[in-house]
């Protein structure tokens, strides 16, 4: 049987003209085509408001490939194969026009393809067009074959869980769920999908995947850059729904799930749902105790001076928009009753680092004089891809002397494959019909029933305990404070050296 990635595909991006489009979908496009895994017949139609010369667009398509992607400048003669499948639809997405003249386009691929083909429709827009691009698929029966055709939606999905269920119901209305791509960049990052193998094709660890084991979790992704030109969307966003509502949880399931009785899509998608379900639901008090918000102030990151974020184009004077979340939540389940899972993200850090890191117990049986460090597993995503197990080790020597060690898996020694970007590995899975990776209507519901006592505290009390830090810096003091008593500070990949103590 033909698989996703044979047949002929017809990949439509809304939002052409979009950064998404010129530093994504098209270098891994690019990349996939170079790479023999784009279907032998395929044609990407770019459909954006504004008129454009198709040659003109390309070229811009060319210079998003040639800084962006990850095996840098386009060859000249791949490109050229690439590009002319390439073509550019001026449409408003608000008139029915658009629409028409997008499916005679796809009908007389189609029937060239004899029907028999898929077609992607990519919403890389502002969320305000999400229902009328889909509402235009659904009128003109453009995406209404549920074992080919399927719409791809980035986020946010939703500003809160009402909003979230309305577009669930809305999509899900005209579009069966097997067609709906609900996509997080994280689950397509290489390493993240590492941790779905070595948690469950490891056995020695899963039976210290417990509370009887594990001291606590530290999940942390801190990023370099600021806010940029994205202070429109967000000062509407902030930290908790621009990283934590989704990247943050996705991470954190994948780390506390339970193991899937098969690798199958709907039974991972069931065991991330259920440990959504189990977080532990906060009151107000609970959230002002147990999540701190942060916002940067002037600084400077590597040297060069960073404006104060309420300085920000488009963002308010007096803006209380949080640019840094930490947060400890609960799993109330019997595998995790008790263990603290501490999250943390921030913007204007002193560096880019995501790091997951598996703090075990200390031992309650301790033959020796020195002071033991207790296990570690510290898993990098980015910009790093390693693993790495901490122990303690006798010191070479006469005497009985003990030092914490590493034991080290990085990708770089391992392998000489390349690591594909998050994007390449999800576009294929759309294009082969495998939503693993994928957010079912649920689970974006159920991160969202997470984060909704914070965000209603928050509009509670807008300013309170909005902590200031510097940029550069990494973060609100308060923040190391809610590790106490478990840890003295937050684990950070650049200052792996000082941490080992
Ligand atoms: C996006 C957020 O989803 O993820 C951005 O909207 C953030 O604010 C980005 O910078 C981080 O992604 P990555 O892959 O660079 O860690």
Redesign the pocket.
């Known amino acids: 049987m033909k698989t996703g990635k044979t047949l002929p595909a017809a990949i439509t991006i809304f939002g052409a003209k979009g950064d998404l489009t010129k530093r994504k979908l098209i270098p891994a496009l690019y990349n996939l085509y170079t790479d023999k895994h784009l279907p032998p017949v395929f044609v990407i139609y770019c459909v954006d408001f504004l008129p454009e010369d198709e040659t003109a667009f390309k070229l811009d398509l060319l210079a998003g490939i040639n800084e962006f992607s990850r095996n840098g400048k386009a060859n000249e003669k791949e490109w050229e194969g690439f590009a002319k499948n390439i073509f550019y639809l001026q449409g408003d997405f608000l008139k029915t026009e658009t629409y028409t003249g997008l499916k005679g386009k796809l009908d007389a691929f189609g029937k060239k393809q004899k029907q028999n083909g898929s077609r992607i429709f990519y919403f890389a827009v502002a969320p305000r067009f999400i229902e009328i691009i889909a509402e235009g698929l659904y009128k003109h029966t453009i995406c209404n074959r549920d074992g080919l055709d399927r719409i791809v939606v980035e986020?946010p999905f939703g500003t809160d869980l009402d909003t979230a269920k309305k577009l669930n119901r809305f999509l899900t209305k005209r579009f069966a769920e097997k067609q709906i791509y609900r996509i997080d960049?994280?689950l397509g990052k290489e390493a993240v999908q590492n941790i779905m193998a070595f948690r469950f094709a490891n056995y020695v660890f899963e039976p210290l995947w417990n509370k009887k084991y594990i001291d606590h979790v530290q999940i942390s992704?801190a990023?370099e850059?600021g806010v940029g030109k994205?202070g429109g969307y967000y000062e509407g966003s902030g930290a908790l729904r621009?990283?934590v509502q989704?990247?943050l949880l996705q991470l954190l399931c994948i780390v506390a799930m339970d193991s899937p009785e098969f690798y199958q899509s709907e039974l991972i998608r069931d065991a991330k749902v259920k440990v959504l379900k189990d977080i532990r639901p906060y009151t107000p008090a609970q959230v002002l105790k147990n999540v701190i918000r942060g916002q940067y102030t002037a600084g400077n990151v590597h040297g060069v001076p960073r404006l104060p974020y309420r300085k920000e184009e488009h963002v308010l004077s007096a803006s209380n928009t949080e640019t840094f979340v930490a947060a400890r939540l609960f799993i109330d389940n019997d595998r995790w009753k008790g263990v603290p899972f501490f999250l943390r993200t921030g913007k204007s850090m002193p560096v880019q680092s995501?790091v997951i890191v598996v703090q075990f117990k200390d031992s309650p049986h301790k033959i020796f004089k020195d002071d033991i460090t207790p296990n570690r597993l510290i898993i990098s995503i980015?910009p790093e891809l390693e693993i790495s197990l901490l122990f303690e080790s006798k010191v070479p020597g006469l005497k009985m002397k003990l030092k914490p060690v590493e034991m080290d898996f990085t990708y770089q020694e391992s392998y000489t494959e390349t690591i594909p970007e998050?994007y390449e590995a999800l576009l294929l899975d759309v294009l082969d019909g495998n939503p693993t990776l994928f957010m079912r209507a649920d689970q974006v519901e159920a991160a969202w029933k997470v984060v909704m006592p914070i965000l209603d505290t928050w509009k509670k009390y807008p300013a309170k305990e909005l902590h200031l830090y510097k940029a550069g810096t990494w973060g609100p003091t308060a923040a190391t404070a809610l590790l106490k008593p478990y840890a003295k500070d937050w684990f950070r990949l650049s200052a792996r050296e000082d941490s080992i103590k």
């Open positions: 986020k960049h994280y992704v990023e850059v994205r621009d990283m989704n990247h995501s980015q998050a």
